[in-house]
């Protein structure tokens, strides 16, 4: 399991991004508990409280629909918020697994199914999440809209919304690592610089 599929795309490219960048977490979020297992336990922070009026305002955007389909979803969501989390205890604290990084943000459960497939080799998390989540998500969608148009109408946009997140994360992950490979440079200037100036000690 990687450390930090750290959900930090959203850390300083100002605020207006910002808020563009929560909402696409908040949508991600929704569907997040089903496609993955094993979430760090502050990765559903604020932005879980945010899901609940999301959830209201998706409904009341298909006022005219039947909407059972969108309400079983969204109930099935708090199920799967309880069941990741107390499964995540039981594996550390009654199998020993080390706990992952508080915010991450879960390993996909297709990387199990991807695996068990001849020729297709073991997938790597990024890959899983960047595009096979997005891909079957949509697939899902467009098989659903014909009979329930609400749920295949929210997929879709789930679909998208997982798309941008897992490459607004990369993103930031390439970020942090140039901004941590500067660092080390300049700590090896000024290590040399202080061994020229004091000598070695």
């Known amino acids: 399991m990687t450390m930090a599929d750290h959900d930090s795309p959203h850390e300083k490219p100002g605020d207006g991004m910002n808020k563009v960048m929560l909402l696409v977490s908040v949508i991600a979020m929704s569907v997040e508990p089903f496609l993955r297992y094993g979430f760090g336990h502050r990765y559903f922070d604020r932005r879980a409280l945010l899901v609940i009026p999301w959830m209201m305002l998706v409904t009341m955007f298909w006022v ?8 079983c979803m969204f109930g099935g969501w708090f199920a799967m918020c309880a069941w990741n989390r ?11 697994e080390a706990m992952p990084h508080s915010y991450y943000d879960g390993t996909p459960r297709l990387m199990r199914w991807f695996a068990r497939i001849p ?8 890959v899983v999440k960047r595009a096979a989540e997005p891909t079957v998500v949509f697939a899902l969608a467009m ?22 997140k897992a490459v607004a994360t990369a993103i930031a992950h390439s970020k942090h690592l140039d901004d941590y490979r500067d660092a080390v440079i300049e700590q090896q200037y ?6 020229q100036v004091y000598g070695t000690r």
């Open 119 to 126: 020729g297709l080799g073991r997938l790597s998390e990024r």
């Open 86 to 96: 107390l499964s995540g205890l039981y594996r550390h604290y009654r199998r020993g």
């Open 143 to 164: 098989l659903l809209r014909p009979f329930d148009a609400p749920l295949g109408g929210y997929l879709l946009l789930v679909a998208f919304a997982l798309f941008v």
């Open 190 to 195: 000024l290590r040399g610089r202080y061994q």
């Open 64 to 71: 005219k629909y039947d909407v059972t389909g969108l309400n």
